[in-house]
């Protein structure tokens, strides 16, 4: 057996980024394909398979070491959702959805799979930039991606909830908790 060579030690990291790259590209390519979709009469279901895609493989792809939580999980996810419940109620009216147990469903696997996409998969890559980096690179791209639906007008919104779930991410140390959370708000504005 041979001993490595510089070179194939420094191919190794390319290696190993180059599937990560790749991911984090097909994932927002399918996040914003969700627009092209809407008025098909398949819609939902290729949301939904969309949204697995995305989650099935944000958690299947190692991000390495994650940093020490600062606070409790249960401790971080009702400073999260009391945000959120707060936020729907100062808020006033929210955008009409048509309501249903599919529709619930779909919203509540929507909030999770783009939670390990974001906040567990972006975020566990960007950490080695520092949590700083980390939080505000994820939550503009959360932004950035719920744009083509939303409109410019939602972005700071969108930018805003992103900032919370991604302090939530840093603060306890899990993507689960945010997961929890954008599940909550999801909710929170389909219900009446």
């Known amino acids: 057996m041979m001993p490595s060579t510089g070179r194939a030690a420094m191919e190794e990291p390319t ?8 991911l984090a590209m097909a994932g927002g390519a399918l996040l914003l394909l969700r627009l092209r979709l ?3 009469p398949s819609a939902p279901v290729l949301f939904a398979g969309i949204y697995v895609l995305v989650g099935v493989a944000s958690l299947a792809v190692p ?3 994650q940093d020490d939580r600062r ?3 249960a401790g971080a996810l009702t400073l999260g959702v009391g945000a959120m419940a707060v936020a729907t109620v100062v808020s006033g009216p929210v955008i009409p959805v048509r309501l249903g147990p599919q ?10 799979c783009e939670e390990a996409f974001f906040r567990r998969f972006l975020y566990g890559r960007l950490a080695a930039f520092g949590a700083v980096a980390a939080v505000a690179a ?3 791209l959360f932004a950035l991606v719920h744009l083509p639906a939303y409109g410019m007008a939602a972005f700071w919104v969108n930018l805003g909830a992103g900032l919370l779930l991604s302090w939530q991410r840093w603060a306890s140390g899990t993507w689960t908790v945010p997961a929890a959370t954008h599940v909550a708000a999801n909710l929170l504005v389909a219900l009446p």
């Open 103 to 112: 529709a619930l469903v779909l919203n509540s696997l929507a909030a999770l």
């Open 38 to 40: 809407i008025g098909y």
């Open 138 to 140: 994820t939550a503009l």
């Open 15 to 22: 290696v190993a980024v180059a599937p990560a790259v790749a």
């Open 63 to 65: 991000i390495g070491p």
């Open 71 to 73: 606070l409790s999980p």
